[in-house]
């Protein structure tokens, strides 16, 4: 090569300078080039800064739309879980909650020794079971759970283990400061945060679609927290006295269908819902159909008043067994000489309910049981509602066993609901679990029935068989009622379904009472009896006593003492009417 014919190029110079020099290209052409390449280069990479920005917004758009987020799960991460709203009783008191706990996970793919794990994790967790920890950490899943709501000394303490195999994730969990007391109206979530029971069911079932409510939302219920616990208390207390195999209880505002209480027992611990597997979940409020006797006898009496088939002064002879057909019917507590109306209610005739009954046509005897709704499922915002058990025939037999209870099984919220309409003045509401602004209620019997009604359960109270019953200072309404239980198509004399409905105070029912017992047994002091005078009627005694302070209604001498005090013609009227001043 001859290198006397090559350019110098110098330090830091552009070969193509040279190269432009040999082709005959001058230099101010070799640069408007390079600037013009640098243009393209800028321009494609703009292009591709704004493609990606782009899809990254319509990414960030659609999960804000959908209300997706990002899944992930390290080891002492959070994870991300719906939102439930708070439940609270009717003045606030926190009923059930959402807090942020620890989870105790492990991959076992990364343990070589599991029992050694296991003996270290027990010495943390005493409660942890160590043969199914063993079982799970011996396996090959990618990830199994250990323990749940782990405190915080025991999350440091598995920390300090140094495990990688070990995760830790925050997880949401609802937390239920009342637990039992209340388990069965509120109950309870699954692991994932979704209803199962109750109110939490409800509140899914309210909106299938996204959250019922923010994290700051309340769903407030018209229980009464204190009315709730005293309710239970004294419900537990007669079933264990009464060796009762399963008890209720409820308590509502008559005049407009909130619930204030509902208990049913067996219950469960709401923190811990499957303790004893399924045992205590079952509801017998709104889950369990029974036949429940001479408390049928108050709707009866009302059927025949409210519709005029029989007079005031009416007296029916019930000294001598009735005769329908092949069966009879005949009296638990016989009484010498005819009853009017009232005293069949008050001292509780079969024979004379069955003569009302038969006065009326039976087209209309169905239908008025349809008017109070124990022939269909309680119009209630509530999981889990049964349906009646009617009798298949509608003969003279059947509507005569029928009017005192036997051959028709409700369950207790319909006595109850029933019930209230027949002594707040005739009219029907449905039942609530959040208040009621604005009552709209179905007219099914008149005031001067209601009225007479009232009379009649008062006496039932003074001078029949519910006289256990009666609170000193308040004035206690009701009916009792106890029928033998079904048992493979006959009825068993030794199983005892007893009940009492009742309401105070009794000049003006505010709130109506129900409780029942499922097969107690005759006690020390109960003579051999084992009936709802024995046992229903005293624990509603028991449970007002408990629950009229609270609720605000004073006895009847405090009344009119305060009413004196103050000076107050109007708040006289009231003690003199309407039983005292009530809590919202």
């Known amino acids: 090569m001859n290198r006397n014919k090559l350019p110098v190029v110098r330090a830091g110079g552009d070969w193509a300078a040279v190269l432009g020099h040999r082709l005959g290209h001058h230099s101010t052409d070799l640069a408007h080039h390079a600037a013009e390449q640098t243009r393209q280069r800028l321009r ?14 319509a990414r960030l758009t659609y999960l804000t739309m959908m209300g997706e987020g990002p899944s992930f799960s390290i080891s002492a991460g959070a994870t991300d879980a719906q939102t439930r709203p708070i439940i609270t009783d009717r003045h606030g008191v926190v009923l059930a909650t959402q807090i942020t706990t620890t989870t105790l996970g492990a991959n076992p793919r990364e343990i070589t020794d599991a029992t050694r794990v296991v003996v270290q994790l027990k010495d943390i967790l005493p409660d942890l079971a160590e043969a199914r920890a063993t079982r799970l950490l011996s396996g090959n899943s990618a990830y199994v759970k250990l323990a749940s709501r782990l405190t915080p000394d025991q999350r440091m303490a598995i920390l300090n283990l140094g495990n990688p195999a070990l995760k830790l994730r925050n997880q949401p969990s609802r937390v239920y400061p009342t637990s039992k007391v209340a388990s069965h109206i509120v109950g309870f979530t699954s692991s994932d945060m979704r209803g199962l029971l109750g109110l939490e069911l409800l509140i899914d079932q309210l909106d299938d679609e996204a959250p019922y409510a923010p994290r700051n939302e309340v769903f407030e219920t018209s229980l009464d927290i204190r009315v709730q616990h005293a309710v239970r208390d004294e419900l537990y207390a007669a079933m264990v006295k009464h060796k009762a195999s399963k008890a209720a209880a409820m308590v509502m505002d008559a005049h407009n269908g909130e619930i204030i209480a509902s208990v049913s027992l067996p219950d469960f611990d709401a923190n811990r819902p499957m303790a004893d597997g399924n045992e205590g979940h079952f509801n017998m409020v709104t889950q369990g159909v029974y036949e429940l006797g001479s408390i049928f006898k108050i709707f009866t009496a009302a059927m025949a008043i409210d ?48 003569k009302l009954a038969l006065r009326v046509p039976d087209e209309e005897h169905f239908a008025f049981l349809q008017k109070l709704g124990l022939t269909d499922p309680v119009d209630f915002s509530f999981p889990a509602r049964q349906t009646p058990i009617a009798p298949s025939r509608w003969t003279d037999i059947e509507r005569a066993t029928a009017s005192y209870g036997h051959g028709i099984a409700v369950t207790p919220l319909h006595a109850l609901v029933a019930g209230a309409a027949m002594i707040n003045g005739g009219v029907l509401y449905p039942p609530s679990l959040q208040k009621v602004s604005m009552p709209v209620g179905q007219r099914v019997i008149s005031g001067e029935t209601s009225t007479r009604l009232r009379r009649m359960l008062r006496n039932v109270v003074e001078l029949g068989t519910g006289k256990s019953a009666e609170v000193k200072g308040y004035g206690v309404l009701g009916k009792t009622g106890s029928a033998d239980k079904p048992n493979n198509g006959s009825y068993d004399e030794n199983a005892l379904t007893t009940s009492f409905i009742g309401g105070f105070p009794a000049a003006s029912p505010r709130y ?38 609270i609720l605000g209604v004073l006895p ?24 005292g001043s009530y809590a919202p």
């Open 44 to 57: 494609l990479a703009l292009v591709a800064f704004v493609a990606l920005f782009c899809v990254l917004t």
């Open 307 to 354: 519709g005029g088939y029989v007079e005031a002064d009416k007296l029916f002879d019930v000294d001598e067994v009735l005769k329908i057909g092949g069966n009879e019917i005949s009296d638990d507590h016989p009484q010498e000489g005819p009853l009017s109306v009232d005293g069949i209610v008050t001292y509780s005739s079969n024979i004379g309910s069955a």
């Open 512 to 549: 109506v009472t129900f409780v029942m017992f499922d097969e107690p047994a005759a006690i020390e002091g109960s003579f051999g009896y084992a009936t709802a005078g024995w046992n229903a009627a005293p624990t509603t005694r028991d449970i007002v006593e408990r629950i009229a302070p």
């Open 556 to 579: 009847k001498n405090e009344q009119v003492k305060e009413a004196f005090i103050n000076r107050s013609p109007a708040k006289l009227l009231a003690a003199e009417t309407q039983g």
